[in-house]
């Protein structure tokens, strides 16, 4: 499992390039000093929060996230003053209200900590308050300063895969390897930048290495599944899924991995029951609503939009009502992508856009992704519409926040939107330069074969619809696109 989806002044060459540079690359406006341990220190006096806090650390890269969240809970009881255990219960908890009232917790107690704790807290806070800069800009003089900790390096690999600067977590993981070549964590999430490149025996291999490191854990095995789905084979997928929960039966991620790979075998009704047990047994409401989402895509996938409409808008009421403003948002988004009429969905992107804005606990950083994926969405279905003002005004809007941020998340976005539109003026050449921006999005990828096709570029095309045809992840977007085109004959 891994943690933690054209007209107007687009985005220049030299500001992707620089953006690239910006993750590849240290910044630290001058050097730092080493820190005087190799490992960056815990400053508390009292031991058993010590304890609590590296058992939570321990819990956290063996993917026990809610576990890891109670350890944390329980070091600030018995040492309030611990600013590294509230940074990382702000950065893991999914309830915003803890988010914000830990983030807070430890800006103010920052300044009694060393400047490498500083540095940390500086990276998470800064990140989940929208400065991306100064945020990774922390995060690089941290490791600069504590360059032999491996911990410090995967904890930095594995935010970097989650915001897609997967070139750099895999320099991060290889680092990590380099001083133990046995650093679990660090061979998990390595496994999962092979899988998404689609080196699966490299990512099989790291992840034979990961199972013989931990064979009590149910995380290896939950990994191995959701690599073996993503390669395709189900049943391998489905077979360690089991294992996993053999281990653990309250492993629920494992639970909701069951789910998600017969939805993706065409087995929605099993689909269904596998996330009922999953939504049961989901140790916070976050997670509940995560799952009861993925139970409503199932619908989609038999074409039964009005059953999905009844769960989706379900779903948003009860996330409405326990105050989780971002997966109201995602439930009103995720309807506006399988609407047939794009007056309703229009309606419900509005709907999205308004649950981000009704509580201020809400992270910036969570609010302004989610309201990328908002404006991409809305973009392309008001440019269908007809009502290109409102679709030129949208694109303006992503496009504001990709300048605003390196956030990958919202550059994707804003790519994926700029391509769409080009692409509806027939303007192929310009809208490929923005789409291979944003090859993950099975959207992106179906216009990329169109564009390709336009333009003659056949390699391209043929490996584009391979890629298309060989996405195996329970997404909407993966529903929408992927059976569709697996349907199609190939474009020759």
Not at 238 to 263: E, N
Not at 298 to 319: G, H, M, P, S
Request: charged letters at 25%; aromatic letters at 8%; a negative charge.
């Amino acid at each position: 499992m891994r943690r933690h989806d054209l007209p107007g002044n687009l985005l220049s060459a030299c500001a992707v390039l620089s953006l690239g540079l910006f993750l590849s690359a240290p910044l630290h406006a001058h050097h730092l000093k080493k820190g005087e341990s190799q490992s960056l220190p815990v400053t508390t006096a009292n031991d058993q929060a010590r304890r609590l806090y590296e058992q939570g650390m321990e819990d956290f890269e063996n993917y026990h996230l809610e576990r890891a969240n109670a350890d944390w809970r329980a070091a600030v009881k018995e040492d309030p003053n611990l600013a590294d255990a509230w940074i990382w219960l702000a950065f893991n908890s999914s309830n915003p209200q803890e988010v914000s009232a830990a983030r807070a917790k430890a800006k103010e107690l920052a300044s009694k900590m060393t400047p490498g704790e500083q540095l940390m807290v500086a990276w998470i806070a800064k990140v989940q308050e929208g400065d991306f800069l100064a945020g990774i800009t922390a995060m690089n003089d941290m490791l600069e300063m504590y360059p032999r900790d491996k911990h410090l390096l995967y904890l930095a690999g594995n935010w970097l895969m989650g915001v897609n600067g997967r070139e750099q977590a895999q320099h991060m993981f290889e680092k990590a390897l380099a001083m133990d070549k046995n650093f679990p964590a660090a061979l998990n999430d390595l496994a999962y930048v092979y899988a998404r490149h689609r080196q699966f025996d490299k990512a099989f291999a790291a992840m034979d290495r990961y199972v013989s490191l931990l064979p009590q854990e149910p995380n290896p095995q939950d990994s191995y599944g959701e690599l073996k789905r993503m390669a395709g084979d189900f049943e391998s997928a489905l077979s360690h899924y089991r294992a996993a929960l053999k281990i653990d039966p309250d492993f629920v991620t494992s639970q909701a991995g069951l789910g998600d790979t017969y939805a993706l075998m065409g087995n929605q009704e099993q689909a269904r029951a596998e996330y009922d047990k999953a939504i049961r047994f989901a140790p916070n409401e976050a997670d509940r609503l995560t799952y009861s989402m993925q139970k409503a895509t199932t619908w989609v996938r038999e074409d039964k939009y009005a059953e999905a409409d009844k769960q989706f808008l379900e779903i948003a009421q009860t996330a409405h009502a326990k105050e989780h403003d971002l997966q109201e948002a995602q439930a009103y988004q995720r309807m506006a992508e399988y609407q047939t009429d794009d007056g309703a969905a229009l309606k419900y992107l509005k709907m999205g856009e308004q649950a981000l804005h009704h509580l201020s606990t809400l992270s910036p950083s969570d609010r302004d992704e989610e309201m990328s994926r908002l404006l991409r969405t809305r973009a392309v279905r008001a440019a269908s519409a007809g009502d290109q003002p409102l679709a030129d005004e949208s694109l303006h809007q992503v496009e504001a926040l990709a300048n605003g941020s390196r956030n990958r998340v919202i550059q994707s976005s804003y790519h994926g939107a700029a391509g769409a539109l080009l692409m509806q003026q027939k303007k192929y050449d310009e809208a490929i330069a923005y789409l291979e921006e944003d090859q993950d999005n099975p959207f992106t990828m179906e216009l990329l074969v169109q564009a390709y096709y336009q333009t003659m570029q056949t390699d391209k095309l043929h490996e584009m619809e391979s890629r298309l045809r060989g996405t195996n992840v329970p997404t909407m977007e993966q529903a929408l696109v992927v059976p569709a085109a697996r349907a199609k004959r190939p474009n020759i």
